[in-house]
């Protein structure tokens, strides 16, 4: 294992901060303050409080990382913002724009305070098993040390990629962010085809949950595209292609998931105030 990644001040530790902080827990973090109004506990030496005013003024955070829903982090601003002098934030917001947040921590600052630095991240709960995706953003002010922290804590619970530009951040967040939930439905819905052609639901869940895994672990350990791992499962004339030709009708699966992808992607620019909502 790497050296101990640093002490974070995580504001919001729910499904997403939560799951980055088990990953950030099993790979060593060093003794972090944990805001959150629900969790139980954190395991020692880390700290939870309730509330961002309870943070202790001394506390030097490495990284300051946003995972409060976007519509809630305006409240926390002001107590967060002494801390955004002394460390990076990294703001795992869908659709707030770094901009955006920069200018929060900004207004909440004295006058002539430095600018404090807001990177962006979208990451997704299969982190919290080390095997999350994150896509980052920082603007033109970061520094090569900043990002590569960023990508070393991103690391330590995925794989990371970085964008150029940050417009890019809305398809991302419609297919990396939210995409986990479309697999898990996909899950779901085999499990429910599974119990409704007569299977017993104990069978039907376990054959679904290991078909999704099992095809997820066989992708990425070959490391063949999909097309082709796809088409291998595909006798001509058999079983496979019948089902195929159902869900890749045009008007089935290819359409159903560039609309659902764009629908997403809209709200994302919506929450960034680009778009007025729908
Ligand atoms: N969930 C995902 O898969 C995912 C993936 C990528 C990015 N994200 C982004 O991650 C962020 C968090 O999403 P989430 O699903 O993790 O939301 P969540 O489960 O609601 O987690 C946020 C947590 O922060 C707490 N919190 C908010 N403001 C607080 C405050 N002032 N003091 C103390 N605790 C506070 C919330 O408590 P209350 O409920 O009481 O406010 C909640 O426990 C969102 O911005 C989302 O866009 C999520």
């Known amino acids: 294992m790497d050296a101990m990644l640093p ?3 995580l504001v919001g530790c729910g499904n997403m901060g939560g799951a980055m902080l088990d ?3 099993k790979e060593g973090l060093a003794p972090s303050f944990i805001i959150d109004r629900h969790r139980p506990s954190v395991p020692a030496p880390h700290h939870l409080v309730r509330s961002a005013d309870e943070v202790p003024d001394s506390f030097h955070p490495g990284m300051i990382v946003l995972a409060t829903k976007p519509q809630k982090v305006d409240a926390v601003m002001t107590a967060i913002a002494p801390f955004a002098l002394r460390a990076p934030v990294l703001s795992v917001l869908a659709g ?3 901009g955006d947040l920069t200018d929060c921590l900004t207004d909440a600052l004295p006058a002539g305070s430095p600018m404090p630095l807001v990177i962006r991240a979208m990451p997704n709960t299969p ?4 095997q999350g995706m994150s896509v980052c953003y920082a603007p033109p002010a970061a520094t090569a040390a900043q990002r590569a922290l960023c990508t070393r804590l991103l690391r330590a619970v995925g794989d990371v990629a970085w ?5 890019e951040m809305d398809a991302v967040t419609a297919i990396s962010g939210s995409g ?5 439905l996909l899950a779901e819905l085999l499990e429910e085809a599974g119990i409704a052609e007569g299977l017993p639901p104990d069978l039907a869940r376990q054959i679904a949950r290991q078909t999704v895994a099992g095809a997820g672990a066989l992708m990425v350990r070959s490391g063949v595209d999909a097309a082709t791992l796809r088409r291998n499962v595909t006798s001509p004339g058999g079983t496979t292609q019948k089902a195929l ?7 089935a699966w ?6 659902a992808i764009r629908a997403a992607a809209r709200r994302s620019r919506e929450l960034s105030g680009a778009l007025p909502v729908s």
Request: a negative charge; hydrophobic letters at 45%.
């Open 254 to 259: 290819p359409a159903t998931l560039s609309a």
């Open 180 to 184: 986990p939930a479309y697999v898990f």
């Open 163 to 167: 964008i150029e530009h940050e417009d």
């Open 245 to 251: 030709d159902v869900l890749m009708a045009p008007d």
């Open 7 to 9: 002490p974070l001040l």
């Open 96 to 98: 707030r724009r770094a």
């Open 127 to 130: 982190s919290s098993v080390g």
């Open 23 to 25: 990953g950030w827990l």
